[in-house]
């Protein structure tokens, strides 16, 4: 990640406690700020992540993640609450990051754990563009569809004015 020697992988790697989940077991919960203190890279099997994203009894799948991808980064910088559920697909093996192995790093392994943070901020930064992407993708739909509920409210306009012109 980010230009990581594998001796700098190593000094992440050991910093990490692993954490084995079975299939459907709930990783992270969304809204939840208490347990935000650390983030996970995924090391063998899948973990899906899902938003609610407001919609009553519905939810987004954000994307479903294999090995080698972080996750939980964003509440181990910020604090902030969980963005996503995350729910493991198979038997999975994760390597746990906390925020306090974290300090550590940067106290004992500053360089180590900036290229650490540059490769996260790649993964945040990349996520952040394939969400305008997407953003702009709803945009040009939402604006597509209300050119045809505009062209169909037109058409009922006018049909309602000649049968009220027909009726008077």
Known sequence: ???????????????MKPL???????????GDSSDNDYM??????????????GIP?????ITVAGPGSL??????????PRSASCTALTDVKL????REALLGLVERHPSVAARLMLGVS??????????NRRLRTLSQV??????????????????LDEQDARAG
Request: hydrophobic share 50%; glycine share 12%; net charge negative.
């Open 1 to 15: 990640m980010a230009g990581m020697s594998r001796a700098d992988a190593e000094v992440v790697v050991d910093a």
């Open 20 to 30: 084995h989940l079975l299939a459907d077991t709930l990783l992270f919960e969304e």
């Open 40 to 53: 996970v890279l995924v090391l063998d099997g899948q973990v899906r992540a899902v938003s609610s994203a």
């Open 57 to 61: 009894d519905g939810e987004v799948v």
């Open 71 to 80: 996750l939980g980064e964003m509440g181990v910088i910020d604090g902030g």
């Open 95 to 98: 390597g746990l990051l906390s």
């Open 122 to 131: 790649k993964i945040v930064t990349g996520r952040l563009r394939e969400g």
């Open 142 to 159: 939402s604006r597509a569809l209300q050119s045809e509920l505009d062209a169909v409210h037109a058409v009922n306009r006018r049909l």
